[in-house]
Nanobody, 119 residues
């Protein structure tokens, strides 16, 4: 059974920080692209950050310089360090694991963790 579980969300004031964690029971985890996505009520889900098995990263423009994605393949984990948080960062954050195209493997999503940035 595959599980993808996020943790680390919570309530934080503007300018504060949170570190999100995602653990996945997937083998081999290292070939999957790890990613963080977010969705606010009534809005579309958007990509926040992704990281390949080799460590190549991509970020949503609005979070560049504030968020950092990283991974630990030995622990099957992906992290998102979130600094200088803004109210517009408020959303449910989801972890996603994407296999290489045409690999025959599946993508997996976690159930999300709530991040609320408010005074």
């Amino acid at each position: 059974q595959v599980q993808v579980v996020e943790s680390g969300g919570g309530l934080v004031q503007p300018g504060g920080s949170l570190r999100l964690s995602c653990v996945a029971t997937i083998t081999p985890f290292n070939i999957y692209v790890g990613g963080w996505y977010r969705q606010a009520p009534g809005k579309q889900r958007e990509m926040v950050a992704t990281i390949s098995g080799a460590g190549k990263t991509n970020y949503l423009d609005s979070v560049k310089g504030r968020f950092t994605i990283s991974r630990d393949n030995a622990k099957n984990m992906v992290y998102l360090q979130m600094n200088s948080l803004k109210p517009e960062d408020t959303a449910v954050y989801y972890c996603n694991t994407n296999p290489p195209p045409f690999s025959g493997l599946h993508s997996y999503w976690g159930q999300g963790t709530q991040v609320t940035v408010s005074s």
